[in-house]
RNA sequence: GGAGAGGUGGCUGAGUGGCCGAAAGCGGCGGUCUUGAAAACCGUUGAGGGUUUGUCCCCUCCGUGGGUUCGAAUCCCACCCUCUCCGCCA
């Protein structure tokens, strides 16, 4: 959420902030919001203070013996202008909690600007695209030819956009899982994390899917209000709601293996073959909690930890800054790393590393104690996937397929995969 | 599923209608002492918001949401969560 008192103080920076994001504010509605706010604020504040002065009044008078029943006559009507004060007031402050947690993050000033994701800024590349001496074959022929990734019968089981995988290369699943845990955790720092893969409506509302993108999500039936998380970022970042961090404790790095599940409301007819975008999906998250005056570097480093995963696979990638219109609702600035994909002859998304400022700490009330003010100060979120493992899979199948429709398996897999060479 | 206990500040834990934003202890911070540290002693120490820049005043917060009352941490109702015992179970 952003902050209300940069609307109060600055409206104009506000509103045109927004207006990069393609937000067309309202800003009479909200002004008038505000000044009713103010007014009806102030009033039930001044009801409450002379009810508590005359109640204490009563107390008193009570405690000497007196007569209280003059006293009581004088409250009168108090009751019932309170009630209606604060009720009003409740209305008002609901109605303005509602426009703010539909407004999207401030963007950060590096973030080009542009409408779609054609207008995405290139940062680096690594490698070059893996060329072939023969026709090189797509993740759904390979895998239909090695018989060990199946969408018919993933179909039968349940519906469109499932996956069996078997044998081999089930395990070369598991395999890149266990590598990226383990290079994140070993080598970069990060705390492996285990976490229910189903969550309440408050985490969701801490890390911005909801209220705003119920549809993407899977909701269980029956009374418990629970979701399916789309990412492990919601029960990660979680962990810090309604928390004050000791300094001392950060920055906190998390890592975190998880199925996401994700309804792809609105993507009909993208990807509808392969692997590429599945209801259900494994993931490897990198979460991050800092203080804001190392968030940007941290930005930085989260999103280098997920390229050196592909960098240790030796699969050809780019890295490229969102532009304004592709920009998550919850970021204020997001990498992509997209990996090359032989089979469809392009880069495709297989990280998103978003920085999100305080706007996720806002809603989730995640502070640390500033050393220096002594004072609880909002902290800065940051996560991104390192890596998305099916997207993964099928890099490395792709990429590192053989003129018969083998597998090579990648030098940093084969301790996983019983030192076998080939799939 | 059945029976019971409980949710209070960073933590432990008192508090059953007004003197309670809340005892005490621990922890934290500052100080005295010390070459330094520890110990001891003294002081200090919740969060959010309004108003205002007069840092004085005011409001809210004792699981959540309602209710009773002039007044609720304290009484009533509903819900959520935690723990214990029994049953069942991966």
């Keep these: 959420m952003l902050d209300i008192s940069i609307f109060r103080n600055d409206l104009d920076g506000a509103v045109e902030q927004l207006k990069r994001r393609g937000v067309d504010f309202d ?4 002004s008038n919001l505000e000044a009713q706010r103010k007014t009806v604020q102030v009033q039930t504040q001044t009801l409450q203070a002379e009810r508590n002065s005359r109640s204490k009044g009563i107390g008193q008078a009570k405690a000497k013996g007196e007569d209280i029943a003059p006293l009581l006559a004088e409250v009168g009507t108090l009751g019932e202008q309170l009630k209606a004060a604060e009720e009003e007031l409740q209305g008002i402050q609901r ?4 426009l703010f947690m539909g407004l999207p993050n401030f963007l950060d000033e590096s973030v080009p600007e542009g409408k779609s994701e054609d207008d995405n800024v290139e ?3 690594w490698g070059e695209p893996t060329s072939f001496d023969f026709e ?13 990734m199946d969408f018919d019968v993933a179909s039968k089981i349940t519906g469109s956009r499932f996956v069996t995988l078997s044998g081999p290369l089930a395990r070369l699943q598991r395999a890149l899982t266990q590598f990226m845990l383990d290079l994140h955790s070993d080598v970069h720092g990060y705390s492996e994390t285990y976490v229910p893969f189903m969550v309440n409506s408050e985490s969701l509302k801490g890390t911005g899917q909801l209220p705003k993108f119920e549809e993407d999500l899977f909701k269980l039936s029956g009374d418990s209000g629970y979701y399916l998380i789309p990412t492990a970022e919601v029960p990660v970042t979680n962990i810090v709601r309604d928390t004050i961090i ?4 950060l920055p906190l790095k998390f890592v975190a293996h998880t199925p996401c599940f994700r309804s792809e409301a609105g993507s009909y007819g993208r990807d509808v073959r392969g692997m590429v975008r599945q209801h259900q999906f494994e993931k490897v998250e990198l979460v991050q909690i800092v203080r804001p005056d190392e968030a940007e570097e941290a930005h930085e480093a989260l999103t280098n930890n997920a390229e050196m ?7 050809p990638y780019r890295v490229v800054v969102l532009c304004a219109g592709d920009t998550g609702f919850s970021a204020t600035k997001t990498y992509d790393i997209e990996v090359w994909l032989p089979g469809q002859q392009k880069f495709r998304e297989i990280s998103s590393c978003s920085h999100f400022g305080n706007f996720q700490a806002r809603r989730l009330k995640a502070r640390w104690r500033n050393p220096e003010t002594g004072k609880p100060e909002l902290a800065h979120t940051i996560n991104g996937s390192g890596l998305a493992v099916g997207r993964t899979l099928i890099a490395v199948m792709e990429n590192y397929q053989t003129e018969e429709g083998r597998i090579r398996i990648p030098d940093v897999l084969k301790p996983y995969m019983g030192n076998r060479e080939l799939v």
């Design 27 to 30: 800003r009479v509605h909200f």
């Design 95 to 98: 109605e303005l909690n509602e």
């Design 123 to 125: 940062v680096r590349t």
């Design 136 to 148: 090189a074959k797509d993740h759904i022929d390979l895998g239909a030819q090695l018989e060990q």
């Design 246 to 249: 000791d300094a001392a404790k």
């Design 309 to 315: 995963v592909l960098q240790k696979l030796g699969l």
